[in-house]
């Protein structure tokens, strides 16, 4: 299986195909609306507005599943990060990241890269880069600053 081959729903519950990507470099991350990393949003956005235009995206998948602390609805938690931090990079459709419900997508970027104590995701903000060919490049522990990671991103961007 290949990133290509997956679809996951967005926050509206359109279904998106991973192919529509193709060629693009993209940052898959796992978020949070009360976590104490949700000021990443700001990171994130900036890297997004930054590097958008070149060929950039961002995907982002609100998980719930660490201290619940991503318990809104989709529609509430666009609302809190449009309003709270100008967020619009593309949301989807909350999701499991661990366990029997986790998201296809995330058992296939776990197989793709494990982390420091194993495969699965340890808490919110953790990072998947990911190369114009589908490819996963890396992936960073939740307290990576998304500004920690851009050299990396524009790299990849000029491939």
């Known amino acids: 299986m290949k990133l290509y081959d ?67 609805t989709n529609e509430e938690i666009g609302n809190f990060c449009t309003g709270r931090y100008g967020i619009t990079f593309r949301q989807f459709d909350k999701i499991d990241v661990n366990g029997e419900g986790e998201s296809p997508l995330y058992s296939w970027l776990k197989s793709q890269k494990s982390g420091l104590g194993g495969p699965n995701i ?10 114009k060919k589908g490819e996963v490049v890396a992936r960073y522990a939740p307290t990576k600053s998304p500004a920690a990671i851009e050299k990396a991103i524009a790299e990849l961007l000029e491939e």
């Open 6 to 72: 997956l679809t996951a729903k967005d926050a509206k519950g359109n279904v998106v195909r991973f192919s529509d990507y193709k060629g693009k470099v993209l940052l898959i991350v796992n978020t949070a609306t009360g976590c104490g990393l949700t000021p990443q949003y700001s990171g994130l956005q900036v890297l997004y507005d930054k590097h958008k235009d070149k060929g950039f995206e961002i995907l982002d998948f609100p998980c719930n599943q660490f201290a619940n602390q991503a318990p809104g």
């Open 122 to 131: 340890k808490w919110n903000f953790t990072k998947f880069l990911i190369n």
